[in-house]
C-alpha cells in the first residue's frame, strides 16, 4: 500500500470541495486558493507537525478566512471571539511553531488569509471555546458551526484533518486518507444490530407514561441511537486521553451467559455482579427520556415529539444532572480499558467485566478486509500484518463468534470497529462526527 501526502490531502480536498452542500444553510460561497497555495498551507501545516517547541509536540488548528467572517462583538460559548493583530504575519514554519503553544487545541485557532498579491498570512486567533470537541468526544451542549471555510486540525505527527466549516471533509493519518463516509456509527448495518436493544429503553420509558399526572410529550424514535452514540464517542475519547489503549467488545444478549461460563473464546478476569448498578446506561437513558418528555409535555399540544435538538437546549436542571451522570459513566467504563485485557459489555451497554483475555490469535498472514463505505460494501483486501496484539485479539474473536462489535484503541489515538461480515474480518476507521447546525437539530 502506498502512503498518503499533504499533495494527496490538497487533491482530495479539491476534489470534495464543490460537490460538498451545507443542506439548509444559507452561506456566502467561500472558494478554495489555487492548488499550489493549497498544497504548501497543507505541506507546512505537516512539516510542523512533526517539530517540537521546547519539547512541546504540535497540535494546533487553522481557519483559512477573512476575518470578516467573525463579528467583533461576540465570543464563546454562543460564537467566535476574533483577536486581529496589528501587523499580520507570514504564514511560514517557524510563525506556526511559535504560535501553536498560544492557540490551544481545544479552543482556539489560527487565523489565516489568502492574499494573491502577498500570499497566506496570519492574521490573528479565533477563540471557538471547548464545545466543538463534543463532535468526537460526545456531548450535549449547542456547538456553534465554523463559517463556510477551510479549517484544518492538527492533531499530532502527519495527521491532519480537513473541514469545509465544521463538516468533515477528509483526514490524512498514519499515510492514510479516510473519508467522513465511512463514519459507521451512522451505517444501517450496526443500527439493525442494536436496534432491538433500542427497542427495549423505548419501551421502558413508555411503560412509565400512563403514572404521569401531566402530559407527556412524546419522544423522537431516534433519540436513544443519537444519546448512546454521544456516549460511545466520549469512551472512545476518554481511553484516547488516558494513552493507553484498550478493547471494547460488546457481547449479543444470547451470548452472555455463554461467556461468563467457561467457554473457548474469553476469560474475564473481574466479572460484575449481574444487578442494578451494571445497567446503569440503561437506566439513566430511560430516566431522561422521562424527564424530557415531562419537561416538555403540555396538555396543549397533546401529540408534541421532541428529540435531540430540545434535549441540548434544555436547561432543566434534573436533565443536566441526568447528562452529567451519563457521562460519568462512560468515563468509568473507559477506565476500565486501562487495565490490560478486554472491557466486556452487552450491546445495551451493561457491564459485565473487564481485564478480560482473548483466547487464541489471529495470523498475520490472513486477509482482513478495510471498509471504504459505512456499509461496509467497498472494500479493499489486506494481511492482518503490521497491527499489534489488540488488533489481532479482536480480529480472531470476530472471526469466531461474528455477531461480536469491537472497538479496539491504539495507544497513539487512532480507532478501528471490528464485526465480521461478508466472509472478511471487517474494519472501519473511526472519524469525528459531523457538527450539526443548532437551527437544524
Not at 51 to 57: D, I, V
Not at 232 to 245: A, D, E, F, Q, Y
Not at 283 to 306: C, D, F, Q, R
Request: charged content about 25%; proline content about 5%; glycine content about 8%.
Amino acid at each position: 500500500m502506498k502512503h498518503a501526502y499533504p499533495h494527496h490531502l490538497s487533491e482530495e480536498i479539491l476534489r470534495l470541495w464543490d460537490n460538498f452542500s451545507e443542506t439548509g444553510r444559507s452561506k456566502r460561497y467561500n472558494k478554495l486558493p489555487d492548488g499550489e497555495v493549497l498544497e504548501y498551507l497543507i505541506s507546512t501545516c505537516y512539516q510542523v507537525s512533526m517539530m517540537r517547541e521546547e519539547l512541546r509536540s504540535q497540535r494546533f488548528r487553522i481557519a483559512l478566512c477573512d476575518l470578516s467572517e467573525f463579528p467583533p462583538e461576540v465570543g464563546p460559548p454562543y460564537g467566535f471571539l476574533r483577536i486581529v493583530f496589528t501587523e499580520p504575519r507570514a504564514f511560514h514554519e517557524y510563525e506556526l511553531l511559535k504560535l501553536s503553544p498560544a492557540s490551544e487545541f481545544e479552543s482556539s485557532l489560527i487565523g489565516v488569509c489568502h492574499d494573491p498579491a502577498k500570499g497566506l498570512q496570519i492574521w490573528g486567533l479565533i477563540n471557538s471555546g471547548t464545545r466543538w470537541i463534543q463532535a468526537f468526544q460526545g456531548g450535549s451542549k449547542i456547538i456553534m458551526p465554523m463559517p463556510d471555510s477551510l479549517v484544518l486540525d492538527i492533531t499530532g505527527p502527519g495527521s491532519i484533518r480537513a473541514y469545509r466549516g465544521s463538516n468533515i471533509l477528509a483526514q490524512l493519518s498514519a499515510g492514510r486518507i479516510t473519508m467522513p463516509h465511512t463514519n459507521v456509527l451512522h451505517s444501517r448495518w450496526l443500527a439493525r444490530r442494536v436496534e432491538s436493544v433500542h427497542k427495549e429503553i423505548i419501551e421502558m420509558h413508555i411503560r412509565n407514561r400512563p403514572g404521569a399526572d401531566i402530559a407527556w410529550a412524546t419522544i423522537s424514535e431516534s433519540f436513544v441511537a443519537r444519546l448512546y452514540e454521544q456516549v460511545i464517542k466520549r469512551i472512545i475519547s476518554s481511553v484516547r486521553n488516558m494513552k493507553h489503549g484498550g478493547i471494547i467488545i460488546l457481547f449479543p444478549p444470547g451470548l452472555i451467559q455463554r461467556i461468563t461460563s467457561p467457554n473457548p473464546y474469553v476469560f474475564i478476569k473481574y466479572m460484575f455482579k449481574y444487578e442494578e448498578p451494571v445497567r446503569r446506561l440503561r437506566w439513566l437513558t430511560v430516566a431522561i427520556m422521562n424527564e424530557l418528555a415531562k419537561h416538555y409535555g403540555s396538555s396543549k399540544e397533546p401529540g408534541k415529539v421532541v428529540g435531540w435538538g430540545e434535549y441540548i437546549a434544555a436547561s432543566n436542571k434534573t436533565l443536566l444532572e441526568l447528562d452529567e451522570a451519563l457521562f460519568e459513566c462512560a468515563r468509568l467504563i473507559a477506565n476500565l480499558a486501562t487495565v490490560d485485557g478486554a472491557v466486556i459489555l452487552t450491546r445495551g451497554l451493561d457491564l459485565v467485566g473487564f481485564g478480560a483475555v482473548i483466547k487464541g490469535t489471529f495470523s498475520k498472514e490472513e486477509i482482513i478486509a478495510r471498509a471504504l463505505d459505512s456499509e461496509g460494501e467497498q472494500r479493499v483486501y489486506e494481511r492482518a500484518e503490521g497491527v499489534g496484539t489488540r488488533h489481532l485479539a479482536a480480529y480472531h474473536l470476530c472471526k469466531e463468534i461474528p455477531d461480536v462489535l469491537a472497538t479496539v484503541i491504539s495507544q497513539d489515538g487512532n480507532t478501528s470497529l471490528v464485526t465480521w461480515m461478508n466472509d472478511f474480518v471487517t474494519y472501519w476507521d473511526f472519524l469525528p462526527m459531523t457538527v450539526e447546525d443548532p437551527e437544524l437539530v
